[in-house]
């Protein structure tokens, strides 16, 4: 199975910060790389597809960029509203796994 | 608007068989796409379980294979998850939810299932 790490496993930031999670996988999956962002108590949510494509819905603070095994989910300028956990996940090839997911808190 | 609710027992005993059922409204499962099930373990770990697809085929986790079947009602518009002989260790958030291409779009709000004695 395809292995994803994420780091950090928490970030602590101020509303306004740009910040970056990383993801990484243990082979090379393309672009077949999905960011999903859940708040507590509630069910994941999609924000970025194939690496870098947005998701309708979504602010545009939200970005991807990556490709092969080294992927990043960048949110520029912290809301409020954007912590809680982040999630990567891989489609490269089956079974389809996530990364342990990384905790975005208030500093 | 696409939406999936999960139900299902919330406590189940070791050695048992556990069934979750997703309704889905708002969408055919037998038009397009992927009818999934996924796990959130304590702790946050998430795993692919498997899926029926729109035509009726079935894929599952390796890891569950033995012991994993997911089925449907058409009429109902409604899928299922059955895991049998499960273990302290099979207690999780389950969800279910579509998958588009090759990423999950709509999830269900998730029923958390506890094994215990």
């Known amino acids: 199975d395809i292995v994803l790490t994420q780091s950090p496993a928490t970030l602590s930031v101020t509303p306004g910060d740009r910040v970056s999670l990383s993801c990484r996988a243990s082979q090379s999956i393309s672009n077949y790389l999905h960011w999903y962002q859940q708040k507590s108590h509630e069910s994941p949510r999609l924000l970025i597809k194939y690496a870098s494509q947005s998701i309708s819905g979504i602010p545009s603070r939200f970005s991807g960029s990556g490709s092969g095994t080294d992927f990043t989910l960048s949110i520029n300028s912290v809301e409020t509203e954007d912590f809680g956990m982040y999630f990567c996940?891989?489609?490269?090839?089956?079974?389809?796994?996530f990364g342990g997911g990384t905790k975005l808190e208030i500093k | 608007d696409v939406q999936l609710q999960e139900s299902g027992p919330g406590l189940v005993k070791p050695s048992q068989s556990l069934s979750l059922t997703c309704t889905v409204t708002?969408?055919?499962?037998?038009?397009?796409?992927?009818w999934n099930w996924i796990r959130q373990f304590p702790g946050n770990k998430l795993e692919w379980m498997g899926y029926?697809?729109?035509?009726?085929?079935?894929s599952y986790n390796p890891s569950l294979k033995s012991r994993i079947s997911i089925t449907r009602d058409t009429s109902k518009n409604q899928f299922f998850l059955q895991l049998n002989s499960v273990t302290t260790e099979d207690t999780a958030t389950y969800y279910c939810a579509r998958r588009a291409d090759y990423y999950f779009d709509y999830w269900g709000q998730g029923t958390t299932l506890t094994v215990s004695s």
């Open positions: 029926i697809s729109y035509s009726g085929s079935t």
């Open positions: 708002g969408y055919s499962i037998t038009s397009d796409y992927a």
């Open positions: 996940q891989q489609s490269n090839s089956w079974p389809y796994t």
